[in-house]
């Protein structure tokens, strides 16, 4: 996703949690920082900050077969990872209808990113999840107030050093990014048809910001100076646009920790681009790069549905991680 759409995304994320009476203190950190910390859900994109953590290696988990030892390691058959994703998730209900394409024997393969050690989507939304919530422990009096239950040193910490709303709201941006990415295709799939250059992913992802529109471009929206209620509202008259409806319902994680939960919505998001370009089209390893409008000028409802999918879950996902955090304080 470009910057319109992660700040969009993130956005209605805050006004899931609000529309499914979802934890009232979280839900006041991040609205009432809606616009100052927004930043927070692109700057990983941004060149400066490739000097630190920021490295492209963090925003992908790109799957390819694997032949190499203890293969069923690598395998994550179809009935299982839908159990493990749950009902809420649409990823699920995409892939149901193409089993022409990712049959028995697709499912039945192992796998495999290799990405450098310590790096990738899973790692990096780990990491933030438990910066996160050490932030909220170790948060000033506004915070404290907030956070359910009692630090008992809090009286002890140099009160600069304790973490303000701004900060922890621009880390929940932050990991809105990352969680956002997981549920891009093309950052799950390790063939050059995917590369960001290469044709579909960028062309995708332009598409997507088209349809988001300008309210939430960076130079208007560090500008806006519309209440956090109406920010909220403009995010969920985006729903239309996708033809997305919320069920008002932010589900418990899943798997039994947040890098799982990843793991699990990134293979999902790998099936999916082997739906997008199946292997017997371009096959795995294979250097060929394709087009937004080879893969859809002939496939409307794929993209309509794609589309759908895709910005449903990436909302739904943030609010889920967000969430979780915040249980594990309660």
Known sequence: MNQRTHTWLAIRAIALLEDSDGPKGLIKILKDNVRGAAIGSWIPDLQDTKIGSGDIDNHILKMKPYTGSNKSRFI?????????LGKERKVCEFLDGWDSVLGHAWWNKAYKAEP?????LANRSMALTTTLIDQLILGDEKVA??????????????????????????????????VADSCQPCHCDARKLSGYSNGLHKEMEANWSKIVGTYFDKKKYLANTDASHDVLNKAREIDAKFDIQFSKVVPDLQAKDPWLEIINICRASFAVASVLV?????????????????????????????????????????????????????
């Not at 107030?145 to 701004?166: H, I, Q, Y």
């Not at 309509?304 to 594990?328: C, E, G, T």
């Open 76 to 84: 994550k058959k179809r009935d299982v990872l839908f159990k493990e």
């Open 145 to 178: 107030s907030l956070v359910p239950g009692t630090v008992r040193f809090a009286n002890k910490l140099d009160k600069n050093a304790r973490s303000r709303m701004e900060e922890v709201s621009m880390y929940c941006f932050m990991l809105s990014h990352f």
């Open 278 to 330: 199946p292997p017997n089209v371009i096959p795995y390893g294979e250097e060929s790069k394709t087009s937004f409008k080879t893969v859809f000028n002939t496939r409307p409802k794929l993209l309509k549905d794609l589309n759908r999918m895709v910005m449903h879950d990436a909302v739904l996902n943030i609010a889920i991680l967000w969430n979780n955090i915040w249980s594990k304080l309660e």
């Open 116 to 120: 450098r050690p310590g790096q990738h």
